[in-house]
């Protein structure tokens, strides 16, 4: 099932995307489990390692805002085939819920949604069960 309220807003969010190198907007909106939704764009800089993601914006808005605990996610780009989230902002989005529901769109009305744990099925395998912690 598809959010189409998360999509508009992810839509809408898009619009005011800073992507001056790239020319890819991309919008993200995330539903915390108390309804809110927050939204966020990416926003590129000439170093575009300092880049940030329109996800990372989203859950950047959403945690100054006190809420921590997300249940969905919807990211619009005017692409082909939906975009799917950067490794690194699926490994942000499992830090606060490793099951939350991704939905990705693209302007065209193509849609499709994983749960982040099909995207990232092992998010915290790694340096929090190394040896020392086992």
């Known amino acids: 099932m ?3 309220k998360l999509i508009a ?3 809408e969010a898009r619009l005011k995307s800073y992507s001056p190198y790239s020319a890819f907007a991309v919008g993200a909106a995330v539903l915390s489990k108390s ?3 927050f939204t966020g764009c990416n926003v590129e800089n000439i170093s575009f ?3 940030m993601c329109a996800e990372q914006g989203a859950v950047a808005a959403a945690v100054a805002q006190g809420e921590r605990d997300f249940t969905a996610i919807a990211v619009v780009a005017d692409s082909k ?3 799917v989230p950067c490794g690194g902002c699926r490994q942000l ?3 606060f819920n490793p099951g939350i529901e991704v939905t990705m769109a693209t302007l065209d009305g193509l849609r499709e949604t994983k749960t982040l744990s099909e995207l990232l099925p092992y998010p915290t395998q790694g340096i929090l069960e190394s040896r020392e912690n086992v």
Request: aromatic fraction near 6%.
């Open 9 to 11: 807003e992810a839509t």
């Open 49 to 51: 390692r300092l880049t």
């Open 81 to 83: 085939v939906p975009i």
């Open 2 to 4: 598809y959010n189409e």
């Open 93 to 95: 989005l499992a830090e």
């Open 35 to 37: 309804g809110r939704i």
